[in-house]
């Protein structure tokens, strides 16, 4: 291994910091707020990352619902102290930042605006790696002249890479498919943590055979292998890993940057990152640590959770189980949910388990444990079936498709095209039901994604309704308190 390491031409892995997205999203339920950040942005502007993730996932959606946050907001005010460093962001493809497929119009607004507000990179993945639902970002990533990174969805159906659906071939094909799509480097997403370190080997140096394009890994430390798969990867040639601050790593986020960066240290793949400037930004992240406290998990003595590397569920789909068998009163039938998921999967075209497929599956799962199976119908899965989400990695059960779509208000016969050549235009209907609330392009592409909790916001944000004091941040409750 030190012969791999040492010898042939130096070439640095480059470093992508999850800290400000991904980082907080995994472990403080997506909590972090704008103003934590600030105190270390130049910083971290200056250590020389390949990128920060600092938008996308989760954050639109908690901003506005849970810290009285304007989204859009951030990325600009971020801009002001990063100045050198990209900024990228995690889009679901034609679901944008939301749990459903948007009409064309909503996806072409969204990306023109992100790009508006400062985003560099987009990493685009479809929760059923259909590349049909990359087209209309894609278009305008171009447009904008902005870098298109083209995400696989990393999945299985086997304990390792391999069997009749996530083989080798599957990988390549979709590889082939993003290149041809334009994009600038590709990603392997493996959102539940479960890509084993000679699997990824495996993976990336084939890869490298049928591509010139910058490889990207993104991985989580679920199951306890994330750190074991980033040195196999990087002996494979990988270009870039993502990687959080240690404060913010490991449990079911990314690997730390400070161990890696040791560990590469003298070899042809030494990142050139500092690792004593690195431990000095996590020391802000530990004062603020109390104000998150009460988010991160606390229920396990283990910061890995080894029953992922047996059932492959992501992390936060088992908390969402959990949540809502508490609420049938059905807690003591996790078990049993855990062995329907992969026939409810199966059933749905072996998806893999991801915003929002992981949530689709999963409810589906838990109705088919505690009603019977397919005795009771959620209708987001239907819509899966019924194809609104794409074509699914294999196929569906004509029978299975009979029983799901009996009462679909949509059809019984399930639909092949593009899902978004089936959607109407959204905005201008959307536009005429906010009427003036919404001030500017922003504000009516925040209704367009959340019209609920979207609506509620505005009315915040223009002091229509006060804000709770539960969504303010400490101090202005504080505050308003003392009035």
Same mark, same amino acid.
């Given at each position: 291994?030190?012969?791999?390491? $040492?010898?042939?031409?130096?070439?640095?892995?480059?470093?992508?910091?999850?800290?400000?997205?991904?980082?907080?999203?995994?472990? +403080?339920?997506?909590?972090?707020?704008?103003?934590?950040?600030?105190?270390?942005? /130049?910083?971290?502007?200056?250590?020389?990352?390949?990128?920060?993730?600092?938008?996308?996932?989760?954050?639109?959606?908690?901003?506005?619902?849970?810290?009285?946050?304007?989204?859009? /907001? !951030?990325?600009?005010?971020?801009?002001?102290?990063?100045?050198?460093?990209?900024?990228?962001?995690?889009? $679901?493809?034609?679901?944008?930042?939301?749990?459903?497929?948007?009409?064309?119009?909503?996806?072409?607004?969204?990306?023109?605006?992100?790009?508006?507000?400062?985003?560099?990179?987009? !990493?685009?993945?479809?929760?059923?790696?259909?590349?049909?639902?990359?087209?209309?970002?894609?278009? !305008?990533?171009?447009?904008?002249?902005?870098?298109?990174?083209?995400?696989?969805? +990393?999945?299985?159906?086997?304990?390792?890479?391999?069997?009749?659906?996530?083989?080798?071939?599957?990988?390549?094909?979709?590889?082939?498919?993003? &290149?041809?799509?334009?994009?600038?480097?590709?990603?392997?997403?493996?959102?539940?943590?479960?890509?084993?370190?000679?699997?990824?080997?495996?993976?990336?140096?084939?890869?490298?055979?049928?591509?010139?394009?910058p490889l990207h890994l993104h991985t989580h430390y679920t199951s306890?292998?994330?750190?074991?798969?980033?040195?196999?990867?990087?002996?494979?040639? @990988?270009?870039?890993?993502?990687?959080?601050?240690?404060?913010?790593?490991?449990?079911?986020?990314?690997?730390?940057?400070?161990?890696?960066?040791?560990?590469?240290?003298?070899?042809? !793949?030494?990142?050139?990152?500092?690792?004593?400037?690195?431990i000095k930004l996590g020391e802000h992240l530990e004062k603020i640590?109390?104000?998150?406290?009460?988010?991160?998990?606390?229920?396990?003595?283990?910061?890995?959770?080894?029953?992922?590397?047996?059932?492959?569920?992501?992390?936060?789909?088992?908390?969402?189980?959990?949540?809502?068998?508490?609420?049938?009163?059905?807690?003591?039938?996790?078990?049993?949910?855990?062995?329907?998921?992969?026939?409810?999967?199966?059933?749905?075209?072996?998806?893999?388990?991801?915003?929002?497929?992981?949530? @689709?599956?999963?409810?589906?799962?838990?109705?088919?444990?505690?009603?019977?199976? +397919?005795?009771?119908?959620?209708?987001?899965?239907?819509?899966?079936?019924?194809?609104?989400?794409?074509?699914?990695?294999?196929?569906?059960?004509?029978?299975?498709?009979?029983?799901?779509?009996? $009462?679909?208000?949509?059809?019984?016969?399930?639909?092949?095209?593009?899902?978004?050549?089936?959607?109407?235009?959204?905005?201008?209907?959307?536009?005429?039901?906010?009427?003036?609330?919404?001030?500017?392009?922003?504000?009516l592409l925040t209704y367009a994604l959340y019209p609920s909790t979207? /609506?509620?916001?505005?009315?915040?944000?223009?002091?229509? &309704?006060?804000?709770?004091?539960?969504?303010?941040?400490?101090?202005?409750?504080?505050?308003?308190?003392?009035?």
């Amino acid at each position: 291994m030190a012969d791999i390491m $040492r010898e042939g031409p130096v070439n640095p892995v480059k470093i992508q910091d999850n800290t400000f997205r991904d980082g907080h999203q995994s472990i +403080y339920a997506t909590r972090m707020r704008t103003e934590d950040m600030l105190p270390i942005a /130049e910083q971290m502007d200056e250590m020389g990352f390949w990128a920060m993730e600092v938008w996308g996932g989760a954050t639109f959606d908690t901003m506005h619902r849970f810290l009285g946050e304007d989204p859009w /907001e !951030r990325p600009k005010v971020l801009k002001k102290y990063i100045k050198k460093t990209p900024f990228t962001m995690l889009l $679901r493809g034609q679901n944008l930042v939301g749990y459903r497929n948007y009409a064309d119009d909503v996806v072409r607004a969204f990306v023109d605006m992100s790009c508006e507000v400062g985003i560099d990179i987009f !990493r685009v993945f479809d929760a059923v790696n259909d590349i049909r639902n990359f087209e209309t970002c894609v278009e !305008r990533i171009k447009a904008n002249k902005k870098h298109f990174e083209g995400v696989i969805c +990393y999945s299985l159906t086997e304990p390792h890479l391999g069997g009749d659906v996530f083989n080798m071939e599957y990988y390549i094909k979709m590889a082939r498919s993003l &290149e041809a799509m334009g994009a600038d480097s590709i990603c392997i997403k493996d959102m539940a943590g479960i890509v084993a370190p000679y699997d990824i080997f495996d993976l990336v140096t084939e890869l490298k055979k049928i591509t010139k394009l910058p490889l990207h890994l993104h991985t989580h430390y679920t199951s306890g292998m994330a750190s074991m798969s980033y040195i196999k990867a990087i002996e494979a040639g @990988i270009d870039i890993v993502d990687t959080c601050l240690a404060p913010y790593a490991l449990r079911t986020a990314m690997p730390a940057v400070e161990p890696l960066v040791v560990t590469l240290q003298g070899t042809k !793949r030494d990142t050139g990152l500092d690792v004593r400037k690195l431990i000095k930004l996590g020391e802000h992240l530990e004062k603020i640590a109390p104000k998150y406290q009460k988010h991160l998990a606390a229920n396990k003595l283990s910061l890995i959770d080894a029953g992922v590397l047996a059932h492959q569920i992501p992390g936060g789909m088992i908390s969402n189980l959990v949540s809502q068998l508490r609420e049938m009163n059905a807690l003591d039938r996790l078990n049993e949910v855990y062995e329907e998921i992969p026939r409810t999967r199966r059933d749905a075209g072996t998806p893999p388990l991801v915003t929002p497929t992981s949530q @689709i599956v999963g409810v589906q799962a838990v109705m088919n444990v505690v009603a019977g199976r +397919y005795k009771m119908i959620n209708n987001q899965f239907a819509d899966l079936v019924y194809g609104l989400y794409g074509k699914t990695p294999t196929p569906i059960d004509p029978e299975i498709a009979k029983v799901v779509l009996k $009462r679909h208000k949509r059809g019984q016969t399930p639909v092949t095209g593009r899902p978004a050549d089936y959607l109407e235009p959204e905005l201008a209907e959307d536009k005429k039901k906010i009427g003036d609330l919404a001030k500017t392009e922003e504000d009516l592409l925040t209704y367009a994604l959340y019209p609920s909790t979207g /609506e509620q916001f505005l009315k915040w944000k223009y002091g229509i &309704e006060p804000m709770p004091d539960s969504i303010k941040p400490p101090m202005a409750a504080e505050e308003t308190k003392g009035k």
